[in-house]
């Protein structure tokens, strides 16, 4: 029995076909997936995440998506670099380039319960504080937090985000139900962005996202290095 024709059709109804959707979920780096959500439902997300991975760098290219931080009829848009994470533990990396993200863009570190839009989560992230200034050419960078608690009209984000310079090292983690985000300019002292009760199920994915809602072709680029993804070993 020939099941290529069957297998093909099932390829082509269903988009997965890494060969010819771009979108389609890959293996980037041992032990690391690219996921994309959000494709079909949120207008702003064109083009998908590029991502290479030279030396244990991750170097995150965005040109379009958004990470909503609350309930949309866009939902969210973004690709997501992940790893499973079962139980309790963190995720830290050092980012060492954040250029070209529009002020609607950014890009960080992400505990997701559900690789889908509106799944819940909590994301430490960079962002571009945009300038007042119509002939500014300069824009800063803050450390910042988005999450989602819960699928409804609720959304979080940090009004006044702390501005950094880079590196800046960032960390999300989890302890049963809270939830944590910090920042640190010198990966020793972490300084606590945001903490929260999060209902999430026993195993989630933690990784890196970027995204840049108004690129319009220009990418904005982050490299993340010293990536690690640690489980919290038992009683602590």
Partial sequence: ?????????LLAIIGADPGTDPFAPREVGPGWTLTHFGKGEQSRFQSPLEVAVVDGKFKLNADSGMLFFK??????GVG???QTLEGDGSITAKITKFDAFHYWGGAGLMLRDENKPLG?????????IHSKDPAATEHHMAASIRMRR??????????RPDEVKLPVWLKVE?????????????GKSWKLLKEAEIEMGPKISAGMTAWNRYGKGKFGT??????????AKQGE
């Fill in 80 to 82: 997501f670099v992940h």
């Fill in 120 to 128: 819940k989560y909590l994301c430490a992230m960079l962002e571009t």
């Fill in 71 to 76: 309930r949309s009829d866009e939902a969210d």
């Fill in 222 to 231: 982050a490299v993340f290095e010293n990536v690690q993804v640690v489980k």
């Fill in 174 to 186: 989890r302890q049963g139900k809270k939830f944590s985000s910090f920042y640190s300019q010198d």
């Fill in 150 to 159: 819960q699928v409804g009209p609720e959304g979080f984000r940090v009004q």
């Fill in 1 to 9: 029995m020939n099941l290529l024709p069957s297998l093909t059709l």
